[in-house]
């Protein structure tokens, strides 16, 4: 291939169908920052990805599987730092702090911050609230049995959180441990 084809392909480099369901994933993943989730259509992020709505179609899905597929990274970049600090925990104690910790790194994450809280929509909400990638990764979290309706629960609390926080952290701490933690002794 020569070098003036390569500027022209959107996948050269690597492993083209990784590299296009990455550029897809970031190109949506911008577009729902910007726009909410719900003014985002599958052909502004092919346009956005530089690429047709048939390939975005071949590599990604529709809409839903965008959405999945951002929100699956961004929900595994959290996971791995609260799985980190919750490790040596069990029980309802591992359930709060499992909360608590996921409020504290969506926070400090100035992209995931912002999508959760200023880029929000009604439908963008309901699939964060039904989200089973989510509830998987909040059962694993906090160390419940599986238990599909508990793991949404929790789900809901931290989007609750993020965007009705109550005030402070130790605010916020006392209502999970005097609401949430007696559910699951």
Known sequence: MRESD???DWLAGGNRRAIGVERIHAAAAELFLERGIDQ????????RA???????????????????G???AAAAAVAQRVAAEVERLSGSRRIVEA????????????????WLTNSRTGRGDDYLA????LGRVATALTGIAPDAEAAQWIVRVVISLLTVPAGDPAAERRIVERFVEPAFR
Request: glycine letters at 8%; a positive charge; hydrophobic letters at 45%.
């Open 6 to 8: 390569t500027a022209k």
């Open 70 to 72: 951002v929100v699956s």
């Open 99 to 114: 909360i608590l910790i996921s409020v504290a790194a969506v926070r400090a994450d100035a992209a995931l911050s912002q």
């Open 40 to 47: 985002v259509s599958v052909e502004d992020v092919a346009a």
């Open 50 to 68: 530089g690429c047709s709505r048939a390939t975005l179609y071949r590599h990604v899905g529709g809409k839903s599987a965008l959405v999945g």
């Open 130 to 133: 039904s989200s089973p990638e």
